[in-house]
């Protein structure tokens, strides 16, 4: 496993952009696909896109396409999710989760990553 730690997070109003990032320990961050998925009051966690080992493969859920971009660099242990034209809806908790050689799709489970962060807060004023 790996320690997964998320920043970037705040409160912003609608239309403004933020960037989350997740650093990773460990020497074999390049073996892992990084997910983020996202939780708000009440609701259950939701996957919002990730990105496999090779950065080959990137997915992201219907409500977020064209607005959020996931990258990483393996060199800097760190994945990052770039959050444009931010929506009142888009308030939760960021989470970033990784698996080793974890095959993308669309609608990645919670389950389906062994490597959580303890999230950061995204709040978008209307």
């Known amino acids: 496993q790996v320690q997964l730690v998320e920043s970037g997070g705040g409160l912003v109003q609608a239309g403004a952009s933020l960037r989350l990032s997740c650093a990773a320990s460990?020497?074999?961050?390049?073996?892992?696909?990084m997910g983020w998925f996202r939780q708000a009051p009440g609701r259950e966690r939701e996957f919002v896109g990730a990105t496999d080992w090779r950065a080959d493969t990137t997915y992201y859920v219907d409500s977020v396409k064209g607005r959020f971009t996931i990258s990483r660099v393996n060199a800097k242990n760190t994945v990052y999710l770039q959050m444009n034209s931010l929506k009142p809806e888009d308030t939760a908790v960021y989470y970033c989760?990784?698996?080793?050689?974890?095959?993308?799709?669309?609608?990645?489970?919670?389950?389906?990553?062994?490597?959580w962060g303890r999230g950061t807060q995204v709040t978008v004023s209307s």
């Open positions: 460990g020497r074999t961050f390049n073996t892992y696909t």
């Open positions: 989760a990784a698996e080793p050689f974890l095959r993308v799709r669309v609608y990645l489970q919670p389950a389906d990553f062994g490597s």
